[in-house]
């Protein structure tokens, strides 16, 4: 089965409102004739209301980078499901390694926070990746099975197939270091057998995604590969130009 192909840029903690109007004044000319790609921005809270306005009718979408599980309560500095598409924001990222590391983000609070995504209509992107210590210990595979498995465990199948995971080594997010073609590849497929593993029918479907270094250069190449249907892109996201040839890399490709 054909996947569109999705990439989505992780702006993480930059970008005031300011910033982010000219980012999208010069991002949507440059996107806008790219067919046959599905394209997202990841912003700060403090921008989601106006890239959401500046974005309606293009074909970019938005995505807010975390969200709380619960639906209301005592969560001081948390945001709800229902606060993002409130205000007509398309998705979330979910486990991303930097939440995971310093902020406690736990496999069982994914598991719940995919099933409010879900409910409340977002599209989540659900990260995942080893440490290089995992790596170098060769439990990479051991490390992708346990947060694959903890975090859809309270999805149906119907879920799942509506869900995007990207693969991310942390050893590569943010260092320049890209793993190879190879070591993608191997990991995007083996997390695409795991969806399997819970739902056969949603691995054909599910889109996964590689994040860690892609630039203007890798890009092509990696999203060539078989089971990679796209990038989770930090750094190289935050330059419009610089994203635009991603995104056409992953038409090209
Ligand atoms: P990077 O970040 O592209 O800057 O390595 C990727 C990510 O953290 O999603």
Same mark, same amino acid.
């Given at each position: 089965?054909?996947?569109?192909?999705?990439?989505?840029?992780?702006?993480?903690?930059?970008?005031?409102?300011?910033?982010? @109007?000219?980012?999208?004044?010069?991002? +949507?000319?440059?996107?806008?004739?790219?067919?046959?790609?599905?394209?997202?921005?990841?912003? #700060?809270?403090?921008?989601?209301?106006?890239?959401?306005?500046?974005?309606?009718?293009?074909?970019?979408?938005?995505?807010?980078?975390?969200?709380?599980?619960?639906?209301?309560?005592?969560?001081?500095?948390?945001?709800?499901?229902?606060?993002?598409?409130?205000?007509?924001?398309?998705?979330?990222?979910?486990?991303?390694?930097?939440?995971?590391?310093?902020?406690?983000?736990?496999?069982?609070? +994914?598991?719940?926070?995919?099933?409010?995504?879900?409910?409340?209509?977002?599209?989540?992107?659900?990260?995942?990746?080893?440490?290089?210590?995992?790596?170098?210990?060769?439990?990479?595979?051991?490390?992708?099975?346990?947060?694959?498995?903890?975090?859809?465990?309270?999805?149906?199948?119907?879920?799942?197939?509506?869900?995007?995971?990207?693969?991310?080594?942390?050893?590569?997010?943010?260092?320049?270091?890209?793993?190879? #073609?190879?070591?993608?590849? @191997?990991?995007?497929?083996?997390?695409?057998? +795991?969806?399997?593993?819970?739902?056969?029918?949603?691995?054909?479907?599910?889109?996964?995604?590689?994040?860690?270094?892609?630039?203007?250069?890798?890009?092509?190449?990696?999203?060539? +590969?078989?089971?990679?249907?796209?990038?989770?892109?930090?750094?190289?996201?935050?330059?419009?130009?610089?994203?635009?040839?991603?995104?056409?890399?992953?038409?090209?490709?």
């Amino acid at each position: 089965m054909a996947r569109t192909p999705f990439i989505a840029g992780n702006w993480k903690m930059h970008k005031t409102v300011a910033d982010a @109007e000219d980012y999208i004044q010069a991002l +949507l000319p440059l996107v806008s004739s790219i067919d046959g790609v599905d394209v997202a921005i990841c912003v #700060p809270f403090t921008d989601l209301q106006a890239m959401v306005d500046s974005t309606r009718g293009s074909r970019v979408e938005v995505f807010a980078q975390n969200m709380h599980e619960a639906e209301k309560g005592a969560f001081t500095g948390e945001v709800t499901a229902a606060m993002l598409t409130e205000i007509d924001v398309h998705g979330v990222v979910l486990g991303h390694s930097e939440r995971r590391e310093y902020y406690n983000e736990t496999d069982r609070a +994914l598991a719940q926070k995919l099933v409010s995504a879900l409910d409340a209509g977002l599209h989540p992107i659900l990260c995942v990746g080893e440490t290089e210590q995992e790596r170098e210990r060769g439990d990479t595979e051991r490390k992708l099975r346990h947060q694959v498995q903890e975090g859809l465990e309270r999805l149906t199948a119907q879920q799942i197939a509506q869900i995007t995971i990207a693969y991310e080594p942390i050893w590569a997010i943010g260092t320049g270091k890209v793993a190879t #073609p190879d070591q993608a590849q @191997e990991a995007c497929a083996f997390v695409r057998a +795991l969806v399997g593993d819970r739902a056969a029918d949603a691995a054909d479907v599910v889109r996964v995604l590689y994040g860690g270094s892609v630039n203007a250069a890798n890009a092509a190449e990696l999203l060539a +590969l078989a089971d990679i249907d796209g990038a989770l892109v930090g750094g190289a996201s935050l330059d419009a130009e610089t994203f635009s040839q991603i995104v056409a890399a992953a038409v090209a490709s």
